[in-house]
């Protein structure tokens, strides 16, 4: 599971103290910095509906675009109401943390020092 592995390769990046999959906070974040009130979602491609536009068609079940679809809407709302209450939200596609894992942690890392400046 890529999202197993990006956390994996995140605590060896950073000595801050995150926590997953965090259900006291709205959407479940997969990946939470309390202190700097980061929230990170690792989004599959597919469930999230990355290009969905593009590919939806492709879709031969109206479930499977029902559940895709409520699945981005509820995903903006999630980030909207997260920014609301005062959290950076960062939202990592599938498709990158494959591509470039370590481009990935290191935005992350940017993030998290950026926070750690402004405090």
């Not at 390769?9 to 259900?23: D, I, P």
């Not at 989004?43 to 479930?63: C, E, T, V």
């Not at 591509?99 to 020092?113: C, D, S, T, W, Y």
Request: glycine content about 6%; hydrophobic content about 40%; charged content about 35%.
């Amino acid at each position: 599971m890529f999202e197993r592995d990006f956390i994996k390769a995140l605590k060896k990046r950073t000595s801050l103290k995150f926590f997953v999959n965090v259900t006291a906070i709205k959407g479940k974040p997969d990946i939470v910095f309390w202190k700097q009130k980061v929230c990170v979602f690792l989004d599959s491609d597919f469930w999230h509906g990355w290009q969905y536009p593009r590919w939806k068609h492709l879709l031969k079940d109206d479930f499977w675009r029902g559940k895709i679809e409520k699945n981005r809407i509820r995903d903006r709302k999630t980030t909207l109401s997260l920014r609301r209450n005062g959290w950076f939200v960062l939202r990592i596609w599938e498709h990158l943390i494959k591509n470039n894992e370590a481009g990935q942690i290191h935005e992350v890392v940017k993030v998290l020092q950026g926070k750690k400046d402004s405090v």
